[in-house]
């Protein structure tokens, strides 16, 4: 009965308290409380990373009765990919704390938001039981639909509500997925994960698998996004905040797929079978579609935007092949995107911070201007097209190879995929080409270079994507064992 | 027809009567015909009761008390209903249901 | 003299309600003491019910009995008036004739109290009355306002029609089973006219309740009434009405084999009605209406289900529903009554305006608020009694609900029109205090959820 | 042995040391990249002596691996080896690549950005070495990918300019295409072999000849990509637009090689299919005969050793078709020397006199003495005359091409060599024959000299060494037969003599020859129309669909959520755009048609209380009607 992952989930909430309580005039005082809390959240985390045995399966238990009446638990554990995930959680949720350090609009409900967020993110990695899983998808709607709709662009009414109301409409149908989970689970009805899965494989869901795995899908392809169901991303991308669009981009996009990994895999492993070609076409669609639309954009972040529907084709194909190596290459997209992206979008806020536009066409010569924002962007683009040695490639490969290797997913969509890779390259270069290189344009040629609070913020993602690029096992090493167990289940199925 | 006046008379009986206090209540313009259209089908309804408990529970008396009841409770509702047109009355100088409808949507 | 302990609370009430009538007799001086008497004295009845809990003595005669569903609808009307009274007392200025608005509300509560432990038609409809006529008062508080006037004749006109509807169809009811008791009826055997007669019957109740197509008293009622009236009105009755609807439905269901696909129809029609008709609504009382016949609704749908679960479940979320939208009315009573009043609520009052978001997202059925976990509990009984389809259709109109609850949202955080001159706040803590209340529980609600139902008698699965 | 690490890492350390550092310290420690590849050449000397004493053959003599990630359960290794193939490909690496830096100094120095250039030459060694040492093919593609980046950088180096920003892009964006194909093989040998390693997969594993058909097909077409075979070439000639002793060290001797070194390495599993080696050997010819063909009408001195570099690269996939990796090898060695001395020699003319283009060079021999003696030689070995290396090692494959029987082919590759010592010798005259047009030139420094120097005197030596080559590898060597050694001297005499003959005595008018044959000008000066194919073909074809992909985006999908609600109002007439004016806030077309079926359900609410009471006990009486027929 550890109260570790208690702790590191509901920390961030006593900070949005002390934010909320606040005066006015104290509002500035938000940031260093925020900072503080997420500083202590890591260390925390970095702490059950240290110590996490990676045979041990799901460790860091906690698990209580919440409603006994419907048997829901409150029931927290973390395996490999849980931990994975949040500690991406919580370290980008760190760095967009120290993001947005120069945040002026009513910094104090900035704060709040931004912690409530954090609360939400750092729970629905470590929820176990379907309802508190719910419960903390749900959490996170709400402070990314203030932290769009106050602090955004332009057309942000537009795009927050948008937003808000896709993954709202997505996660009904998930909602009715979790009761139909509940009622059919055999004698005693439970929303428990663990014990979902063996009553799944005893056969309590043989008849109706399919509607429930649609119900799910549903459910995440909003969220992941797979293709047709992405256009609220590029809005709500364009008009978040950087901090906020770090946190979309680098752990939001990320509960779908987990959701599939998590929730929809084990449990419903016939139906998953039964669907992987059809979720590998819409990947690879994905992939494709996403990397040419990204080549026609002239904002840059709509550009990274695409490009982060293009890198989730590749978590969805991955999740489809139901290969060992696959879902390893799942997972890593996950975390590689989520470090890679959030840089990104991280560079891309530092020049519009300094130049007031994202249009490309505008943009040109960073390296000669600013070489450190530059060189740092072209870093990150190149880890975005997956260049080896860098987190990029890492999941990308092995999604490939998993798919290759996997019965359930036809070559030709290999291929398309490893085409999908070059078309990558085609557009980050194009981009690099336009914004990095050449001559100072008019709106580059004043501006200051990178800050130190700026590098420190930078630096450890900089630092990551080299170490998972280089050596695979610093991620692989807690992702493999989880995924194993989520393989064997799916041989079992015929 | 039976020279004695059965159940079925007043069931037919009760039956009329809220029929056209219900035809009164949905057609008559002025509020004040309405409430009185409103009583006369309180009354069918107190018919019905009587008769049934004269009838078929001859020993108890629920079906009396139950009318009686209706009787003292309806009274003060019309009464409250008169007050309500009247007020209205005093503010919009008419009591044509028709014309009271600036409310809508 | 032990029978008429069962029935203190209500008396608690009556008296508190009589004090508050003869308050300017009292040494006290100030406008507002009836409605801190009110309060107190609902607070007292809060606790007295609670105290006295179920049991299975009957009083005059088996009409009234009090078993656990009964008792939390008293306790949850009990606790809900108090806080109304007390908000009440707090805005005593700007409401004016306190003491009839505390005396009306108390004497209706009382009335509802009473009819969650009917367990006889008679009292049914006795109760019944006494709870809906204060309500007309209510809707007509203010003379001086002829929309206010129009829309309390429009309710009452349309009230009394479907409760002599009622009273028709029970008298029907009484002659073919002989007795008046609800435990009495279980056992006759209903031909086709038992069939009408129980319709005619439920109708009265569904009107009570404005589920559609019995609902269009409420919209025209609400935008004429000022809106702290409808505070009352649209949240309090509703609670025993949802009792007593499940009492007779529990006792005609089983016989009458139509009955649960008419619930069904009008669940879904008031689902419809209600959600499409509160888009694009710009007076926030009308909208509260017909979301309110929305929830009605879904409340409709788990007892279309039939099972003992889904009216455990209505209940619950009878209250889930009440606490937010009587909070709801709270703010707009003090702010105005339009989404261009609301406007930059947030830069006004930061804490009411949060508290406006969390009572619209308990509406929505955001988790961990207490919507989520009363439609949790109510759609999966539905849904256990196979229900599919209309559960999806009800789950995915709580998702468009959000579109137009999100209207007030996206006005009181992001209007940037702060009202010009800033009216002095006739306020004083004791409002504040309420919506606090209402707030704590929309919040507890949700996360005690298993208390909650153990208090309800639920036997632990 | 784990010393053999330190080659490789210590240029990769030199460019981790200098990419963080501001722009004025990273110049001022320029020379550091050089101290470390002077140590990875003295590791690729000792580690050649220590091959040399273990006689060669085709066993590594060392291998150590690594698990870099662990998927399945499995482990998957990888690691680097050290046999006979490896220790020659170090040594050309570290020999051309200490020449390349050396010179470097001396031709970069007033370079303001000459601190970045030469990181990135460091880690483009180490990436080369790495794959040169690496023990399997996921190692091998890791380095592969890098030397793609280094290449990239290198060729856009003077990024501000344009030409070299767009070479740059093709450059990488080729290669990449090809890479695909690389990808899907190694996808191929996970799934078959379950490992990546060069013993597990070309030896442990019984191919079946289809599967090794693919991967083998799947492989070339990865080494096409990389070393400039037709179709994918496009690139290369392009790529002189970057620093010219970066394109010495990158697009002549290292990187253009490394497919070649790939498809050796990966000999085991070519043989099992003859189709794959058939088609390499097709590749090889066209490439060769096109790169010469093209050779012969450059102006620009670089583009003609570019086209020249990827003929004789058509050469070595000759050798490798035929099936003799020992051949190819050898050629890749030589031509590694004498091609990167020529293109040192062109960067001092460049230098001299500021500009690529031929027409206005001229009588350099006098005013550049070393160079021209230096250029001279490496000419000589690119041409095939004897005694110079270019000789044995053209000869060790036309001899394999002889004896393999491929005589289409051996008479090809014959008009090829006679083709290569025409353009060689038109190049000489016009550079270094006739009149001086720009007489103030003056001699390199001595930090670029003494590397040609060292290289003409290696193309001179190194081709004696080819029959102790062979055995040195593990196959059977021996002189070349002497009637071979005849013919090819012949044909690379008559190609010099009419060289001479046309550019020499300009006898010919190449002018009015141009004007007689302008169709078939035209079809050489357009590169045999390979760019602009693509661009049409290609490029303006995915800028069209991605426009169209993206307005599909915003109109169709986005617009089917907003659009719904416009869509609406042409079936629900006027009405609908007032309430669209009234209710501006209707944010998605969606939300505006649920207001709109909102505003039509509310039309019922007309204010007149009768009129709900009318639609109350209709409603009664419709239910009561309902029930009584289903009770009945």
Redesign the interface.
């Known amino acids: 009965m550890s109260y570790l992952l208690t702790t590191i989930v509901f920390l961030p909430l006593a900070a949005a308290v002390i934010c909320a309580m606040l005066p006015k005039d104290l509002a500035g005082a938000a940031k260093w409380v925020a900072a503080t809390v997420m500083a202590f959240d890591v260390t925390l985390v970095g702490w059950l990373l240290a110590t996490f045995d990676v045979r041990g399966g799901v460790q860091a238990v906690v698990d209580i009765p919440w409603v006994p009446q419907i048997a829901i638990r409150y029931h927290l554990g973390a395996d490999g990919i849980s931990l994975a995930m949040l500690a991406l959680s919580a370290l980008l949720g760190l760095i967009a704390v120290v993001a947005s350090w120069k945040m002026d609009k009513s910094p104090g409900t900035y704060f709040v938001m931004l912690m409530l967020l954090q609360v939400g993110m750092n729970g629905v990695f470590v929820a176990l039981d379907l309802v508190l899983f719910y419960v903390f998808w749900e959490l996170v709607l709400v402070p990314m639909y203030f932290l769009i709709a106050m602090w955004g662009g332009e057309r942000r009414s537009y795009a927050s509500l948008k937003f808000f109301l896709y993954t709202l409409a997505g996660s009904v149908f998930m909602l009715v997925g979790i009761i139909a989970l509940y009622l059919y689970s055999g004698p005693n009805n439970t929303f428990d994960i663990a014990e979902l899965v063996r009553a799944s494989a005893g056969g309590a869901f043989n008849g109706i698998q399919g509607w429930l795995f649609l119900a799910f899908f549903l459910g995440f392809a909003v969220k992941v996004p797979i293709w047709p169901l992405h256009t609220w991303l590029p809005d709500a991308h364009v008009e978040a905040p950087t901090a906020a669009s770090v946190l979309l981009a680098g752990v939001l996009l990320k509960m779908g797929t987990y959701g599939f990994i998590r929730i929809a895999l084990p449990i419903l492993p016939v139906a998953a079978k039964a669907w992987a070609p059809w979720i590998a076409a819409l990947a690879v669609i994905s992939i494709v579609y996403g990397a040419s639309v990204a080549f026609a954009q002239t904002d840059v972040k709509k550009l990274i935007a695409y490009s982060s529907v293009s890198h989730m084709g590749f978590v969805m194909l991955g999740i489809a092949s139901g290969t060992a190596a696959g879902l390893d290459g799942a997972v890593a997209v996950m975390v590689s995107h989520g470090l890679v992206t959030g840089l990104l979008f991280l560079m891309v806020g530092m020049v519009y911070e300094r130049t007031h536009t994202r249009q490309i066409a505008e943009l040109s010569g960073l390296s000669s201007q600013v070489p450190a924002i530059g060189g740092i962007l072209a870093f990150a683009s190149f880890a975005s097209l997956g260049l080896p040695g860098l987190s990029g490639f890492v999941g990308e490969f092995l999604s490939l190879l998993g798919s290759w290797q996997s019965t359930l997913v036809p070559h030709w969509m290999t291929v398309v995929a490893a085409v999908g890779v070059m078309l990558a390259a085609a557009y980050m270069l194009w981009m690099v080409q336009r914004v990095v290189l050449g001559e100072a344009s008019e709106a580059v040629s004043r501006i200051s270079d990178i800050t130190a609070r700026e590098v420190a913020y930078v630096l450890p993602l900089i630092g990551l994507t080299v170490l998972v690029g280089v050596y695979w096992n610093s991620l692989l090493r807690f992702v493999d064992p989880a995924v194993q167990g989520i393989v064997t289940i799916l041989a079992r199925v015929v | 027809m039976s020279a004695v006046v059965g159940l079925r008379e007043f069931l037919v009986l009760s039956a009329v009567l809220f029929a056209l206090g219900l035809y009164g209540a949905l057609s008559k313009k002025s509020a004040i015909m309405i409430l009185m259209a409103i009583e006369l089908m309180t009354n069918a309804v107190n018919i019905a009761l009587i008769a049934m408990s004269r009838f078929l529970t001859p020993g108890l008396m629920t079906g009396q008390f139950f009318a009686a009841f209706i009787m003292v409770v309806s009274t003060a509702e019309i009464g409250l209903g008169l007050a309500l047109v009247l007020a209205l009355y005093r503010r919009t100088r008419t009591v044509e249901v028709d014309r009271i409808d600036r409310l809508k949507g | 003299m032990r029978s008429y302990l069962l029935i203190a609370p209500e008396l608690v009430m009556l008296a508190s309600a009589l004090l508050a009538m003869f308050a300017d007799v009292l040494p006290v001086r100030g406008r507002r003491v009836a409605a801190w008497i009110g309060a107190a004295g609902a607070a007292a009845a809060l606790v007295i019910a609670l105290a006295v809990g179920p049991g299975s003595v009957t009083l005059f005669g088996s009409m009234l009995r009090f078993d656990s569903l009964a008792v939390f609808a008293r306790a949850a009307t009990a606790g809900l008036t108090s806080v109304y009274l007390l908000w009440l007392a707090g805005n005593g200025a700007s409401v004016g004739r306190t003491r009839e608005a505390t005396t009306l509300a108390l004497l209706a509560a009382m009335g509802a109290m009473l009819m969650s432990g009917a367990r006889d038609l008679v009292l049914l409809f006795l109760t019944m009355e006494a709870a809906t006529m204060p309500a007309y008062v209510l809707i007509g508080f203010d003379r001086g306002d002829e929309r206010g006037l129009e829309g309390a004749l429009k309710y009452f006109l349309l009230s009394m029609v479907t409760s002599l509807v009622m009273l028709y169809g029970m008298a029907f009811l009484f002659g073919m089973s002989g007795t008046t008791s609800l435990d009495g009826l279980r056992v006759t055997a209903f031909g086709s006219l038992g069939l009408i007669a129980a319709v005619l019957t439920i109708v009265g109740l569904l009107a009570k309740l404005a589920a559609a197509p019995f609902h269009y008293w409420s919209p025209d009622a609400y935008a004429g009434a000022p809106a702290f009236s409808v505070a009352f009105v649209s949240s309090v009755p509703k609670i025993a009405g949802v009792v007593a609807l499940v009492r007779v439905v529990g006792v005609l269901g089983p016989q009458v084999r139509g009955l649960t696909d008419v619930m069904l129809t009008v669940a879904v029609a008031s689902m419809v009605i209600g959600n499409f008709a509160a888009f694009g609504q710009k007076d926030v009382r009308r909208l509260m209406a017909y979301s309110g016949v929305a929830h009605v609704g879904y409340l409709l749908l788990a007892l279309a289900g039939g099972t003992e679960a889904g009216s455990i479940g209505a209940v619950l979320y009878a209250v889930a529903y009440a606490v937010p939208s009587m909070a709801i009315m709270f703010v707009v009573a003090e702010e105005g009554p339009t989404l261009d009043d609301m406007d930059g609520l947030l830069s006004r009052r930061p804490l009411a305006a949060w508290a406006m978001l969390v009572f619209l997202l308990s509406l929505v059925g955001v988790p961990p608020l207490a919507g989520f976990f009363g439609k949790l509990y109510m759609f999966s009984a539905a849904l256990d009694a196979g229900l599919v389809w209309p559960v999806v259709l009800a789950f995915a109109f709580s998702a468009v609900s959000a579109g137009y609850y999100f209207g007030i949202v996206r006005s009181a955080f992001l209007g940037q029109r702060p009202r010009a001159v800033r009216v002095r706040s006739t306020r004083n803590r004791a409002a504040d205090v309420a919506i606090a209340i209402c707030l704590l529980a929309t919040v507890l609600l949700g996360l005690l959820a298993g208390p909650m139902l153990s208090v309800l008698g639920y036997a632990l699965r | 042995m784990t010393w053999l690490l330190a080659i490789p890492l210590l240029p990769a350390l030199a460019f981790a040391l200098l990419a963080p550092l501001p722009?004025v310290t990273r110049n001022a420690l320029r020379w550091v990249p050089a101290v470390a590849m002077a140590g990875s050449l003295a590791g690729a000397l000792a580690a050649f002596a220590m091959v040399l004493r273990s006689g060669g053959g085709d066993q590594p003599i060392y291998h150590t691996s690594f698990?870099?990630?662990?998927?399945?359960?499995k482990a998957?290794d990888v690691g680097i080896q050290l046999d006979a193939v490896a220790a020659i490909m170090l040594l050309v690496v570290t020999i051309v690549g200490m020449c390349v830096q050396v010179y470097s100094l001396g031709y970069m120095h007033r370079d303001g950005r000459v601190g970045w250039y030469f990181a990135v030459l460091s880690l483009f060694s180490a990436a080369m070495l790495g794959l040169v040492l690496a023990s399997d093919f996921l190692l091998l593609?890791?380095?592969w990918?890098?030397m793609g980046?280094c290449s990239?950088l290198l060729i856009?180096f003077w990024?501000?300019q344009e030409a070299p920003?767009m070479a740059s892009?093709k450059a990488?964006?080729t290669t990449?295409?090809g890479?695909?194909g690389f990808?899907?093989a190694?996808?191929?040998m996970?799934?078959s072999v379950g490992s990546f390693g060069f013993a597990a997969v070309l030896h442990g594993y019984s191919w079946t000849p289809a599967l090794a058909t693919a991967v083998s097909l799947l492989l070339l077409f990865g080494a096409m990509g990389k070393s400039a075979q037709v179709p994918l070439h496009v690139w290369l000639p392009d790529a002189m637009a970057g620093p010219t002793p970066a394109s010495a060290l990158i697009h002549a001797a290292t990187m253009v090689a490394a497919g070649v070194y790939l498809v050796a390495r990966a000999m085991p599993l070519f043989e099992i299919s003859q189709v794959a080696l058939t088609v390499t050997l097709v590749v090889g010819t066209g490439t060769a005969l096109l790169g010469a063909l093209l050779a012969t009408v450059q102006h620009d001195i670089k583009k003609v050793l570019a086209y020249s570099t990827i003929s004789q690269l058509g050469y070595m996939f000759i050798a490798l078709g035929t099936g003799s990796a020992v051949a190819g090898l050898f050629h890749l060695m030589t031509h590694a020397f004498f091609k990167s001395l020529l293109f040192l020699g062109a960067g001092v003319i460049i230098h001299a006199v500021h500009t690529q283009d031929m027409r206005e060079m001229g009588g350099l021999r006098k005013l550049l003495p070393w160079t021209t003696a230096a250029f001279t030689a490496g000419a000589l070995a690119l041409a095939g005359v004897f005694p110079f290396s270019g000789f044995w090692s053209k000869d060790e494959i036309l001899v394999s091409l002889w004896s393999g029987g491929h005589y289409v082919v051996f008479a090809l590759a014959l008009f090829a060599a006679f083709l290569t010592a025409f353009y060689m010798t038109r190049l000489w005259f016009r550079v270094f024959a006739g009149p001086a047009q720009k007489p103030e030139v003056r001699e390199a420094h001595v930090e670029m000299i003494v590397p040609m120097v060292l290289l003409a005197g290696i193309s001179l030596v190194v081709g004696f060494a080819s029959p102790f080559f062979a055995t040195f590898l593990g196959e059977h060597g021996g002189w070349p037969d002497i009637m071979m050694a005849v013919g090819s001297s012949a044909v690379a005499t008559s190609g010099i003599v009419a060289g001479w003959w046309v550019f020499g005595k300009k006898a010919v008018d190449t002018e009015a020859l141009k004007a007689r044959f302008p169709h078939l000008y035209g079809i050489f000066d357009n590169k045999f129309y390979f760019d602009r194919t693509y661009e049409f073909v290609f490029v303006n074809a995915?800028?069209r669909?991605?426009?169209a992909?993206?307005t599909f985006?915003?109109k169709v999908?986005?617009g089917a959520?907003d659009g719904f609600g416009h869509a609406w109002s042409a079936v629900a007439g006027g009405s609908w755009t007032f309430?669209a004016k009234v209710?501006d806030?209707?944010?998605?077309g969606?939300?505006s048609t649920?207001?709109w079926?909102?505003?039509r359900?509310?039309r019922?609410?007309?204010?007149?209380?009768?009129t709900?009471?009318?639609?109350?006990?209709a409603?009664?009486i419709l239910?009561?009607l309902?029930?009584?027929l289903?009770?009945?």
């Open positions: 722009r698990a870099i990630a662990t998927i399945g359960g998957l593609y890791m380095c990918e890098v980046l990239y856009g990024h501000t920003r892009i990488f964006l990449r295409v890479d695909v990808a899907i190694l996808a191929i996970y799934a995915y800028n669909l991605s426009d992909l993206w985006d915003t999908i986005d959520v309430d209710i806030g209707a944010v998605m969606l939300a649920v207001t079926i909102g505003a359900v509310r019922l609410q007309a204010g007149r209380v009768q709900y009471q009318r639609l109350v006990m409603a009664v239910l009561v309902w029930i009584a289903k009770g009945a």
